[in-house]
């Protein structure tokens, strides 16, 4: 098995079970009164009853105990087995020492800038710059609300992290808006498509 996070979602549900046995719609619900469907993603109403019956499977969770009810189907009530908890240690170690193979879509669209005009490329970077505003403004009330109720530091680094990256990236965004506008960083985007054919097949080092 691999010491890498299968998801994030699942080494959550894994630290959620490593508290005390629970059902699939109580995780739900502390994922969301914790704001931790800020970094996992719980939109989709099956997203945590699919994770665990793949950690079932997998023999990291097993079934504590059904509870009855006269309303509606009994609920699974999970437990964290021995091998997912030593699963959850494993991935907490890796996740936390080596950054994951990740393929975020704004290194995506920059891979492939070329093809767009700078002029309209500074104009979308403008408006990204005015959505991260926004996202640094609430991330940064976050933290000084959850910083007023004296919680410890440890259940607020998340927000600090996300504080740190999004102002690392407005300020990346605004120094190449200003390149652009500058003409310090322009391109021609029907001669780069004519001269691609230049780098195909290059060897790499």
Not at 26 to 55: F, H, T, W
Not at 116 to 128: F, G, H, Q, Y
């Amino acid at each position: 098995m691999t010491d890498r996070p299968r998801s994030p979602l699942a080494m959550v549900l894994l630290a959620l079970l490593a508290e005390e046995p629970m059902h699939a719609y109580r995780m739900q619900r502390l994922i969301k009164s914790r704001q931790k469907d800020a970094v996992v993603n719980v939109a989709r109403s099956n997203s945590v009853y699919q994770a665990l019956e793949r950690l079932e499977r997998d023999g990291l969770v097993a079934v504590h105990e059904k509870v009855a009810s006269d309303v509606a189907p009994a609920r699974i009530v999970y437990a964290l087995t021995a091998a997912g908890r030593d699963a959850l240690r494993r991935w907490v170690d890796a996740a936390l020492a080596t950054p994951a193979r990740e393929f975020p879509e704004f290194r995506a669209v920059l891979a492939v800038l070329a093809l767009t005009s700078p002029e309209v490329v500074a104009d979308r970077l403008d408006e990204r710059a005015a959505a991260l505003e926004s996202v640094l403004e609430r991330a940064a009330a976050e933290a000084d609300l959850t910083a007023s109720w004296g919680l410890p530091r440890v259940l607020m680094l998340e927000h600090e992290h996300l504080v740190a990256v999004t102002r690392a990236e407005l300020d990346w965004v605004r120094q190449v808006v200003t390149d652009l506008r500058s003409g310090d960083l322009t391109w021609d985007p029907a001669r780069m498509v004519e001269d691609r054919p230049l780098f195909e097949g290059a060897d790499r080092d």
